[in-house]
């Protein structure tokens, strides 16, 4: 069964002894986002770091997909304090730092999310939708309950780093991001190779230790099964820019009879 609305992600993972499966959001289209809450997938991940989304084109979207069975994340382009500021405000509950190479930078978000005494989130709630304008009763008192932060590991720093970066007090989950740490290796694009998934496997691991949840990003149904298998939490095993783009292409070369397999002219194309 999806997961309930209303609890965050933290509480979705506590809830539900299997991995949850879940897709990426990247056309920046409520309509599209709706769609895919209610595909019956677990989750959603709303991408702003490599999709062109801005404040308003996540608010509409998280107004579209409110109320469907399905947990939502958000992901800024960068570890940002007022950046993620202005995400907690617009009502985002979940969040994905991009980047976090250290535990001092899983500090600083963890400090983003949280207000004085505990961290530097500004107080806006009067005007801000994730307080429902106020009318959350002790918003103030309880926004951490309404908030959990999952920090991207993807780089060979923050894998090395990993231990000291789930011993972040704040810090809900680890998210491991294969294409860039397989970057960060001097392994662009090779996201399946041995070292890469042998990184990926040693933080779920890590996060095992640890006792705290470990999701990876895995479009191959192989690969995807084999990090659940290696106990990973979280899974997001497809995109909807990626889904559209193979699935117009399969129309093209079902029914265009002059189609060519790749009209650029290049290689077969990476699949995540
Ligand atoms: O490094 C990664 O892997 C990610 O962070 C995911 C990427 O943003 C993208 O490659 C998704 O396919």
Not at 71 to 78: A, E, F, I, K
Request: with cysteine; proline share 6%.
């Amino acid at each position: 069964m999806p997961v309930r609305v209303g609890d965050t992600f933290r509480d979705a993972l506590a809830a539900v002894d299997r991995p949850l499966a879940g897709m990426w959001v990247c056309s920046g289209s409520p309509l599209v986002a709706e769609i895919c809450a209610g595909s019956g997938l677990d989750w959603l991940l709303i991408d702003a770091e490599h999709s062109p989304n801005g404040l308003e084109s996540i608010l509409a979207q998280l107004q579209a997909v409110k109320g469907y069975p399905v947990q939502v994340m958000v992901r800024p382009p960068v570890n940002d304090t007022v950046l993620i500021k202005q995400y907690l405000d617009l009502g985002v509950q979940n969040l994905l730092i991009p980047m976090v190479n250290s535990a001092a930078e899983a500090e600083a978000a963890v400090a983003a999310v949280r207000y004085p005494p505990h961290g530097v989130r500004g107080v806006g709630s009067a005007l801000a939708r994730a307080s429902r304008w106020n009318r959350i009763p002790d918003y103030l008192a309880r926004a951490s309950e309404t908030i959990s932060l999952t920090v991207q590991i993807e780089t060979e720093a923050a894998a090395a780093a990993v231990e000291e970066i789930l011993a972040v007090d704040g810090v809900d989950a680890i998210f491991l991001g294969p294409s860039d740490l397989a970057a960060s290796m001097g392994l662009l694009g090779q996201q399946e190779h041995p070292q890469v998934r042998a990184a990926v496997e040693h933080c779920l691991a890590a996060a095992q230790v640890a006792g705290k949840p470990a999701g990876v990003n895995a479009f191959n149904e192989a690969t995807a099964r084999a990090y659940m298998e290696a106990r990973a939490s979280f899974v997001l095993v497809g995109a909807d820019v990626a889904m559209l783009a193979r699935g117009s292409e399969q129309l093209a070369a079902t029914f265009v009879p002059e189609h060519e397999e790749t009209p650029d002219g290049g290689g077969p194309r990476a699949s995540y």
